[in-house]
């Protein structure tokens, strides 16, 4: 079955950085547009990155631009984001997303890894 498995979360202080990973497995990685969502506490979920399969578009929430990168290793199933300047408002549960564009197609999700910025 698809598994989603997100890692690379924790405590950070403000301005500091954190680099998630989500490797992916029992699909074509290669074939499926990779996402990051974030879900703050008491709020919905929203999103953040994107990167289309070849890796020549991503694209970015506009409170994350500038400081987040998302990247994709096809060779290693995994998707990556980069998070540089974080703000106590980047605290939230952050989610690996993959869909493979047809809109019939299943969505899948990662169970999520906590990201804490505090000081």
């Known amino acids: 079955q698809v598994q989603l498995v997100e890692s690379g979360g924790g405590l950070v202080q403000p301005g500091g950085s954190l680099r998630l990973s989500c490797v992916a497995s029992?699909?074509?990685?290669?074939?499926?547009?990779m996402r990051w969502y974030r879900q703050p506490p008491e709020k919905k979920r929203e999103f953040v990155a994107s990167v289309s399969e070849s890796a020549a578009i991503m694209n970015y929430a506009d409170s994350v631009k500038g400081r987040f990168t998302i990247s994709r290793d096809n060779a290693k199933n995994t998707v990556y984001l980069q998070m540089n300047s974080l703000k106590t408002e980047d605290t939230a549960v952050y989610y690996c997303?993959?869909?493979?564009?047809?809109?019939?197609?299943?969505?899948?999700w990662g169970q999520g890894t906590q990201v804490t910025v505090s000081s």
């Open positions: 997303h993959a869909h493979d564009s047809v809109p019939s197609s299943p969505h899948y």
């Open positions: 029992g699909l074509t990685f290669r074939t499926h547009v």
